[in-house]
């Protein structure tokens, strides 16, 4: 049994190689917002930042758990090149969001995902809180479903912003 559990380990790992050196990394899509200041952007705008993309809701206990921790990463991180998107979800009430960013001073972009367009285009996210990691390249190196895991998100940062 323990022979047949490594060698579909190694089955695995080795396709996932394959497949990683076939297909090459994934590109984040092409999406365009308007940030809760009225900023028209798009995703590829900042290219040569590491980006952390997360999908959010007011009424999502996980997604209000991880704020903090993003403030800090912005603070720590944010001078050598990282940056926050904060995507609300398009169920969640305009100001409601307005609100919790006020009250909060969250120090990145939000923007409200209001027809369920930047959601549809990282994969039609229903779940929050979701949360990607794009390199500099903008491709996504990392994706969370549920709270992220913090530690490797700062290991991550720091391997893409010491470049």
Known sequence: MKKILIALVLALATGFAGYTLWFGPTP???????TLQGRQMDLASLKGKVVLVNFWATSCPG????????????????????????????????????????KNALPFLVTMDTQGEIAKAFGDIQ??????????????????????NFNEVRQLIERGTRA
Request: net charge neutral; with cysteine.
């Open 28 to 34: 984040a899509p092409a999406v365009r917002f308007t």
């Open 63 to 102: 997604c209000i758990e991880e704020m903090p921790q993003m403030q800090r990463m912005v603070q720590q991180y944010g001078p050598a090149g990282f940056t926050v998107l904060a995507v609300a979800m398009n169920y969640d009430p305009p100001n409601y969001v307005q609100t919790f960013v006020q």
């Open 127 to 148: 779940l929050t809180p979701s949360t990607f990691l794009i390199d500099r390249d903008g491709n996504i190196v990392k994706r969370y479903v549920g709270v992220m």
